[in-house]
């Protein structure tokens, strides 16, 4: 009765997260206490305010490799590296949420729930938005932060969820076209739930298998383990479907083009970009320290997975009329690529986080630009809205080619570079076939790239093309981030493949 | 492994396989039949389920607020217990993270008290 174990904490490790969580809760605070007007200003600046502090944290942690509070969080490289990821695209996209010139009271309304198209649902179409997103995006990016970081199966659940039910409720929240926005918010809830289900069931079969939830506890049960392998095999499929489904592999990909179609452009931006980032930190940490002694069981069924995702992405996208489920496709079609990296195991953990850098500034980038173009029903998000874009907005249509380019992977470009890397490292790691589907995948994948190129500058203008609307600071800064990142690590990549070098594999013991 | 430790088991299945049977069975005979407005509801909670006209319409959400009040307590509670059961085991640490977990749950309280969610009308 008295000799429990305290187990020893290492706040320094935990510091990024607390800070971004008690940010999130001091921003509560503010929603309950400070006046109206106020609130908007001081929830940006504790918000920015935050995520740089943590960020410092992280950076100050950069060498740390420790696992810690029994085994619940284990920092490392590639998992700082991840955290420091998610927080730098979180702030990136932190300009679009906050951004309030382009919509008058933001892009967000005030109640989620207000059915579509009731009268409560039209006033507030007028009245300024909730300033709640803030704390609901801290919250969010904290989990995701949490969830490269677990150590075991358990703190990954809870962190899966502290990211998922932010991020649910945000789809909800669009200022324009209310009814597929909550449609979005409720598929995504539904699907996602049920993919959290699958997770927990997978849980509950490894620790019949291993008895343990400890991340490095499974990968020694994987060799001493006297259970049936059959509790290992059903365990790891439900694990991966639960993960998968975030990651938005085929074919746990229904949801993707549906959610990033409704969801509000800022918000699809942070999920395209950090919810990416932090899926494939989940997937790569789980399979490299946990099941990378029983590789061979998996690596033929995720191999498929990986084909079927860049395969079916890709040719969809080809046939998408709308630019957000264009990008939602493509972002299909990315998820294969970086899961090519997973297959690859250690050989690849490096240039996998390279690609979700480089991928997440490009669709930052590119979601950003499609909030601009509007007209009197908000944005114009069909393709066909966009011909002849080219003749009127000269620069926003020579930006947009150049983040279309930088996806179809041409040189000089991110895009280029991070599919480049990541391939060669998965050729290495003998997965010649996967690279060779990709490569192929990739031509496919830039055609609706190159359409939408063709159709801003060589298409003649319709008859109502809508305008491009003039931001503030913070879209412009968003953008600018977008279109510099993809130049630079497309020019000058050596920088960063150094940093991710260093990360070094995962902590597995 | 003898097969036999599993009879209990096999036992209280067929038990509540036979029981479940046995009264949707014999409810229908022996049951008093009075019928009225309620034996129409999906469930007597005290919500009339609204006639929802065709597109959907406004209804109230009170009770799922409260439902949701009533789980931010409930986990509170949930972690409360084992808590004091250990509490001197735990001594100062213990009490400190309680704190912590405390504040956090009241933070969300004070954001519903704040915002007007505790207000029934």
Same mark, same amino acid.
């Given at each position: 009765m008295n000799d429990i174990q305290l187990p020893a904490i290492d706040y320094a490790a935990l510091l990024p997260m607390l800070i971004v969580f008690g940010a999130a809760c001091v921003g509560i605070l503010v929603e309950a206490f400070a006046p109206r007007g106020w609130r908007f200003v001081i929830q940006v600046s504790l918000t920015i305010g935050g995520l740089v502090a943590g960020l410092v944290a992280i950076i100050v942690n950069r060498d740390l490799e420790i696992t810690t509070i029994g085994g619940a969080v284990t920092v490392d490289g590639p998992g700082l590296f991840l955290q420091g990821a998610i927080i730098i695209l979180g702030i990136v996209s932190l300009g679009l949420i906050a951004e309030r010139r382009l919509e008058r009271g933001g892009p967000?309304? &005030?109640? &989620?729930?207000? &059915? &579509?198209?009731s009268d409560g649902d039209k006033r507030q179409e007028r009245e300024p938005g909730a300033t709640e997103v803030f704390p609901l995006t801290l919250f969010a990016i904290a989990g995701m932060m949490l969830f490269c970081v677990s150590g075991d199966l358990l703190t990954m659940f809870v962190a899966l969820e502290v990211f998922s039910l932010p991020l649910y409720l945000l789809c909800g929240l669009a200022r324009r076209r209310r009814l597929i926005s909550q449609e979005a918010a409720l598929k995504y809830f539904l699907l996602g739930a049920f993919a959290s289900a699958f997770f927990l069931y997978g849980v509950a079969l490894l620790y019949g298998y291993a008895g343990t939830v400890s991340l490095t506890g499974i990968r020694e049960g994987v060799l001493q383990s006297e259970q049936s392998g059959i509790l290992l095999a059903a365990g790891l499929a439900l694990l991966a479907i639960g993960l998968l489904f975030k990651a938005a592999a085929v074919p746990f990909h229904v949801w993707t083009p549906d959610v990033y179609q409704g969801a509000p452009t800022p918000v699809t931006a942070l999920m395209a970009a950090c919810t990416k980032a932090a899926a494939f930190g989940g997937l790569l940490r789980v399979f490299n320290v946990a099941f990378e002694t029983t590789a061979w069981d998996w690596q033929p069924v995720l191999a498929t997975v990986a084909i079927l995702t860049m395969v079916v992405g890709s040719i969809l996208a080809v046939a998408q009329t709308d630019i957000k489920r264009l990008l939602a496709y493509s972002s299909v079609a990315n998820a294969g690529y970086l899961l090519v990296g997973v297959v690859s195991l250690n050989g690849a953990v490096g240039s996998s986080l390279f690609y979700l850098i480089a991928y997440g500034f490009s669709v930052l980038g590119a979601f950003a630009m499609v909030t601009l173009v509007r007209d009197s029903e908000g944005e114009a998000t069909h393709l066909s809205r966009w011909a002849g874009l080219g003749k009127g907005s000269p620069l926003f249509s020579a930006l947009f080619t150049f983040l279309m380019l930088g996806f179809a992977g041409i040189p000089l470009t991110s895009g280029f570079t991070s599919k480049f890397a990541l391939f060669s490292s998965a050729w290495d790691s003998d997965q010649s076939v996967l690279v060779i589907v990709g490569v192929l995948s990739s031509v496919v994948l830039a055609f609706p790239y190159l359409k939408v190129v063709v159709l801003l500058w060589l298409n003649p203008p319709g008859e109502e093309t809508p305008t491009v609307s003039v931001p503030s600071m913070l879209t412009r800064a968003v953008i600018f981030a977008g279109v510099a990142v993809t130049f630079v690590l497309g020019v000058a990549p050596s920088f960063l493949l150094d940093i991710v070098a260093d990360a070094g594999p995962f902590l597995a013991k | 492994m003898s097969l036999s430790q599993w009879v209990p088991l096999v036992v209280l299945f067929t038990l509540a396989t036979l029981f479940a049977l046995f009264s949707v069975t014999i409810a229908p005979y022996i049951g008093p039949r009075r019928y009225n407005k309620?034996?129409?509801?999906?469930?007597?909670?005290?919500?009339?389920p609204t006639p929802t006209p065709p597109g959907g319409s406004r209804f109230p959400v009170k009770f799922y607020l409260t439902a949701m009040l009533f789980i931010i307590f409930d986990i509170e509670i949930v972690f409360l217990y084992p808590w004091a059961v250990a509490f001197d085991s735990l001594g100062m640490f213990g009490f400190v993270e309680m704190l912590l977990f405390i504040v956090t749950v009241f933070v969300a309280y004070t954001y519903v008290w704040r915002r007007g969610g505790l207000d029934w009308d």
């Open positions: 967000f309304v &005030a109640e &989620a729930a207000h &059915a &579509a198209n | 309620a034996k129409l509801e999906a469930y007597e909670c005290g919500i009339e």
